[in-house]
């Protein structure tokens, strides 16, 4: 009997899918964790490579796609660190931002050419300045670029 995997290596290690590793034949084992978790099933590595193959072409192009996940995986935690990284910066910035410059912004009014009174207000959450157009209409909130 040749070397044995199991599903979850044999998952993560050929990229395969559950669909993938159905078509094979496996083994039942007793999980050795805990006798009442769900068996362990085994894979025969030269099935496991065999499917890998049919799916990716060559276990080269597996690696390739390994590759490719990994390096997306690292560029997406970048990203998602910068952002934090920016909304933090924000959130410190504008809480550095006195309540009388907020105040004093927030009840600044003008009317415009048709007449309609318009209010520059401070977003708390964002701290930028938006626009408030009427009180006597639906206050409709734009973003001043």
């Known amino acids: 009997m040749g070397i044995c995997a ?11 899918t559950d669909s993938d590793l159905h078509k094979l034949g ?6 050795p964790q805990h006798k009442d978790w769900a068996s362990m099933k085994m894979y025969l590595v030269s099935q496991v490579e065999t499917a890998a193959v049919n ?3 060559s276990l ?9 996940r990994a ?4 560029e997406e935690r970048a990203k998602r660190r910068q952002e934090e990284e920016l909304a933090a910066k ?4 504008l809480q550095k931002t006195p309540a009388a410059t907020v105040q004093k912004h927030s009840s600044f009014q003008r009317k415009t050419q ?20 009427g ?5 409709v909130d734009v973003e001043e670029i």
């Open 135 to 139: 009180p006597e209409y639906a206050a």
């Open 6 to 16: 199991m599903q979850s290596i044999a998952k993560t290690t050929y990229l395969l």
């Open 55 to 57: 799916k990716h072409g």
């Open 26 to 31: 496996y083994l039942e084992k007793q999980n």
């Open 60 to 68: 080269d192009a597996m690696e390739a796609a390994k590759q490719e």
């Open 71 to 74: 390096h997306k995986r690292i």
């Open 90 to 93: 924000r959130q410190k910035q």
């Open 114 to 133: 048709q007449g309609t009174a318009v209010e520059d207000v401070i977003d708390p959450n964002t701290g930028k300045i938006m626009k408030r157009f």
